[in-house]
């Protein structure tokens, strides 16, 4: 014993070490790991310092005892079973660095999550980890190709989340019966297409299940969402489900508690089996039915829901107010874009838990019920684009938490209530399209707004310099109403402001120097107000501002070119501009829309306009340019409206105008900024003072929104002259061609039948001469046919669109035009006749009774030197004259 006691202080730490050794994790096992971290660094720009998740991972301790692992002992020894490895990294990672993971076979939970890893998921490596029950690698980069085989082949899976990647192509038929323990599947947001695999309706515990946001096609199965009696979550929204009905056996998965089918589309209506899902928390069916339809009585009987979203279905009629009375439970409620016709029950107010209330775009009447106040804890409040009436209601200052507050589009009067003053966390407010009275408001200053939207009501007064001294100001819109005065010197303060919207008002003066410390703004909308200056503020540093529309005012000078390398979008016309077209204007090297008509702009028209390769609409209409037009302008490939008329341009039209290429296809991306979908949901005018064209003989205005499918070529009210290249017939994508009012002459190319998308061509006020070719009856879309005022002969051409071209004006005063259009018949299909005796060739003009049928008609026939000219009574007697006084000429 003695001796043992002696022996103890020797062995103890052999002891020690023994035990440590046994129940730490395996060295293999560490060694994989500090591998993986190996990779990461090796792979990235990140430094050890910098991968704080991992900071614990080092050579020198237990990796049971590191950040992000799990261990358990096991007969005695430990092993990993677990690694929570998400976020690990902001840089993007290779999937290689997954290899080291799979030597640990004894992995039970691997979350990878948002890591941002990229590539292939390998092939390989999957088959080791066995024993895996969780598996997360959502929110990466993994693309080319579909799920790894080997995932299918772990039978002891019940976690499975792939969402959030790119993943592509079918799921493979075969290879979910064997996830037989399944529970959790998630892979939304990816590739993914083809029908949902059969086997995938046999995972009997399934809970969860998440396919939103695929390509996944064709009719939803009738049979098999039956088998999954356990479902709790179904997730499909974002698809391509069509033609079919939703299945009925959805409706008895009576464990459901989420269903989102948004964004597909369903043949038929929404049954009233749908009331058998009574433990339904949330129901959201946006834009799923394209035909009208009722929304079923049964749904006001799920009493557990939380959300109700039912936008974009054509649903019409009324919702009886008890109905909507027995969702006490009720936080969301969304029937936005409807056609519901029914006045807002008087005692919404009931639903105490609502925290949205998004009524916008459908019929509502009457008025804003005073029962809103009693919804305390309101977040949205929507009620835009109705038909109701009244004031806002007073007193709504109970609510505290509002958000967004959306009265804009219905008939509202009176002036903007005092109580939205006391909504300190709101963010948006649209009153616009009303008829708001008074002056604005005092408090906005004071909040931190992100979106004010007031245009086209009647609003009055000048605006307080204060409002622009918020850091929160992102959308100010004021357009259409009547506002006046200078704008504050210190709108540069509002350095947050993205889109400032102040169109259609009266106000005056210079625009403050401090506007271009708005580093942020992106689009400048100034337009039809008095606004004066022959300078304006220099915003070469405003990189972000890329839409400006400063047309319809009183500027003056020279025209401006101090704008950022980075503008896309400049309206000027309608001002006082005048001298030449500057060079610097080049330096807009992004510049996609040019429009300076109604200046006083002189000179020729240059060649560096031309070198502005980015230009898809040039607009110098209504100027005083002159000379010709130079044949440098094929350049231009992304032309679609280019509008020179009412100028002094003289010489030919440039034959190079056939290889416009953005005039040749239609096919082509979208001209203008993405931004501006998006802004023109606010601006209720959604145009740039709009561009105003002379379109099938009228004066329309075209919006930015519309111009990205015009192709529009205006060359009318010139001196051009020599004849019509017949390599105009190139440009397939014109809709519009206008030519007129020049000195053209020649015939009309055959060619020009190749402008299958024309639906205007006006010829008329030129010297034309020939026939109308048959051609031009190939233009099914035309709807407008001029060609008065010219020399032309001959028979009008027949058949499809150009049958119901029979306005008389538009074939006046030609040297003999006949045809169906304008009732004249032509020579060859009268009865043969003998030619009038001419006994003296002084006379040059005599009427003759020809008996055609039973009737008497009259023919005249005259001369002028060796012509003939036959003036049948058929034809209008003002053509007759008018023709006969073309052969004095």
């Known amino acids: 014993m003695a001796k043992l006691s002696l022996l103890l202080p020797l062995l103890l730490p052999v002891l020690l070490t023994f035990v440590a050794t046994s129940l730490s994790c395996p060295e293999h096992q560490k060694q994989a790991l500090l591998h993986f971290k190996a990779s990461i660094i090796n792979a990235t720009s990140s430094t050890k310092s910098e991968l704080y998740r991992l900071d614990s991972w080092n050579s020198s301790s237990d990796c049971c005892h590191w950040d992000g692992v799990l261990c358990s002992s096991r007969f005695g020894s430990m092993t990993v079973l677990a690694l929570y490895l998400d976020e690990i990294s902001q840089e993007r990672l290779p999937s290689t660095i997954l290899t080291p993971l799979f030597h640990i076979r004894s992995l039970m939970h691997l979350d990878l999550s948002n890591n941002s890893i990229q590539g292939e998921l390998p092939r390989d490596g999957f088959g080791n980890l066995t024993k895996l029950v969780h598996l997360d690698l959502g929110f990466n980069f993994f693309i080319y190709g579909s799920i790894p085989s080997q995932l299918f082949h772990l039978r002891y899976l019940q976690y499975l989340d792939l969402s959030k990647n790119s993943f592509q192509g079918e799921l493979p038929r075969d290879g979910f019966g064997n996830l037989t323990k399944l529970v959790h599947l998630d892979l939304c947001y990816n590739y993914f297409n083809g029908s949902i695999p059969s086997q995938l309706f046999h995972l009997r515990y399934l809970q969860y299940l998440d396919l939103s946001y695929n390509s996944f096609q064709g009719e939803l199965p009738r049979d098999g969402f039956g088998n999954l009696t356990k479902l709790v979550h179904l997730d499909l929204k974002g698809n391509y489900f069509i033609n079919g009905s939703i299945p009925s056996q959805l409706f008895h998965l009576r464990y459901l508690q989420y269903l989102d089918l948004s964004y597909n589309s369903f043949q038929g209506t929404l049954s009233e089996e749908v009331a058998f899902l009574q433990n339904l928390r949330v129901l959201n069916l946006d834009s799923i039915f394209n035909v009208e339809n009722k929304i079923p009585k049964g749904i006001w009987n799920l009493t557990k829901l939380h959300q109700l979203s039912l936008p974009n279905n054509h649903f019409f009629g009324k919702i009886p107010s008890s109905s909507i009375m027995n969702l006490k439970g009720l936080e969301i409620l969304e029937l936005y874009d409807n056609s519901l016709s029914m006045e807002i029950p008087a005692d919404i107010g009931n639903l105490s838990n609502i925290t949205c209330l998004a009524l916008s775009n459908n019929k509502l009447t009457g008025r804003i019920p ?520």
């Open 370 to 889: 005073s029962s809103i106040l009693k919804l305390t804890k309101l977040e949205t409040l929507q009620l835009d684009n109705n038909k109701l009436v009244g004031e806002i209601p007073s007193g709504l200052s109970n609510i505290k938490g509002l958000e967004i507050l959306m009265l804009g589009g219905n008939h509202l009067v009176g002036e903007i209530p005092n109580w939205i003053s006391a909504q300190k966390t709101l963010k948006t407010l649209d009153l616009s399209e009303n008829q708001l009275e008074g002056t604005f408001p005092q408090w906005p200053a004071e909040m931190e707004v992100e979106i004010i939207n007031l245009s086209n009501n009647s609003l009055t007064g000048s605006l307080p310099p204060f409002l622009f001294n918020s850091d929160n100001l992102f959308l100010l819109s004021l357009s259409h109403n009547k506002f006046h005065g200078e704008l504050p010197s210190n709108i540069g303060n509002a350095t947050a402001l993205e889109f400032l919207d102040l169109d259609d008002n009266n106000f005056s003066g210079k625009l403050p120097a401090s506007i271009v410390n708005i580093h942020a703004l992106s689009s400048l909308c100034l337009s039809n107000n008095k606004f004066s200056g022959n300078t304006l503020p220099d915003f070469r540093s405003n990189e972000f501002l890329y839409f400006i529309d400063l047309s319809s005012n009183e500027f003056s000078g020279e025209i401006p070119t101090n704008f950022s390398n980075f503008t896309e979008i400049l309206a000027l016309g309608k001002n006082n501009f005048s001298g030449n077209l500057s060079r610097n204007l080049i330096n807009l090297s992004k510049l996609e829309y040019l429009d300076i008509r109604d200046n006083k702009i002189t000179g020729e028209l240059p060649n560096f306009i031309f070198q502005i390769s980015t230009l898809r609409t040039l607009i110098l209409r209504n100027n005083s340019l002159h000379g010709s037009i130079p044949n440098c302008i094929s350049n231009l490939t992304n032309f679609q409206i280019l509008d020179l008329s009412y100028n002094y341009l003289v010489g030919e039209i440039p034959a190079n105008f056939g290889n416009l290429v953005g005039m040749i296809g239609t096919t082509m991306e979208s001209p203008y900024p993405a931004y501006i979908a998006s802004y023109s949901t606010w601006r209720q005018a959604d145009n740039i003072d709009d561009v105003t064209v002379i379109w099938k003989k009228s004066k329309q205005d075209l919006s930015l929104r519309r111009l990205q499918i015009f192709h529009l070529l205006d060359l009318s009210m010139n001196q051009l002259s020599g004849e019509i290249p017949a390599s105009l017939g190139n440009l397939k994508a014109l809709k519009h061609l206008n030519i007129s009012h020049n000195n053209l002459y020649g015939r009309l190319p055959t060619s020009l039948g190749y402008l299958e998308n024309l639906e205007s061509l006006d010829l008329s006020h030129n010297n034309l001469s020939g026939s109308i070719p048959q051609s031009l009856a190939n233009l099914l879309q035309l709807t407008i046919l001029d060609v008065s005022n010219n020399k032309l002969t001959g028979k009008i051409p027949e058949g499809n669109q150009i049958n119901t071209m029979n306005n008389l004006s538009f074939y006046a005063n030609n040297s003999g035009l006949c045809g169906m259009q304008i009732q004249v018949s032509c020579v060859e299909h009268l009865p043969p006749t003998k030619p009038p005796r001419v006994e003296n060739k002084e006379t040059w003009f005599s009427w003759e009774g020809l008996g055609i049928g039973s009737s008497l008609q009259l023919a005249s026939f005259g001369h002028s030197g060796n012509s003939i000219f036959y003036c049948h009574s058929a034809m209008p007697f003002v053509l007759c004259h008018q023709n006969l006084h073309h052969l004095t000429q």
